[in-house]
């Protein structure tokens, strides 16, 4: 399975962004993880390749959605209402697993991950 993110880029707090992930390979269950500056890695999304079983953080849900395009094969993150506080690589990951985490352990494939940057 590979995976390539697209998508990220800077914007001012308020804005929004949309991160798309390219899959090529099958899987199970697609995730979205971000890293800020000086800080571990850190759940955001997930979703059922199926579209099933959608699960957000706490903290993110309503102001972010993932979804998933089977004919285009990609996953993506819409991304409302940016705060600076969201800056951080955005990367994608994928398993095989038919386990509903939030561990970064239980993804087996990851990209290479994309930079967002809020300013205030």
């Known amino acids: 399975v590979q995976l390539v993110e697209s998508g990220g880029g800077s914007v001012r707090a308020g804005g929004s962004l949309t991160l798309t992930c390219q899959v090529s390979g099958a899987t199970f269950r697609m995730g979205w993880f971000r890293q800020p500056p000086g800080s571990e890695r850190e759940f955001v999304a997930a979703?059922?390749?199926?579209?099933?079983?959608?699960d957000y953080s706490d903290s993110l849900k309503g102001r972010f959605t993932i979804s998933r395009d089977n004919t285009k094969n990609t996953v993506t993150l819409q991304m409302a209402e940016l705060r600076p506080e969201d800056t951080a690589v955005y990367s994608c990951?994928?398993?095989?697993?038919?386990?509903?985490?939030?561990?970064?352990?239980?993804?087996?494939?990851w990209g290479q991950g994309t930079q967002v940057t809020v300013s205030s």
């Open positions: 990951a994928a398993t095989d697993t038919r386990a509903i985490s939030r561990s970064s352990s239980a993804y087996e494939y």
């Open positions: 979703i059922d390749w199926s579209g099933g079983s959608p």
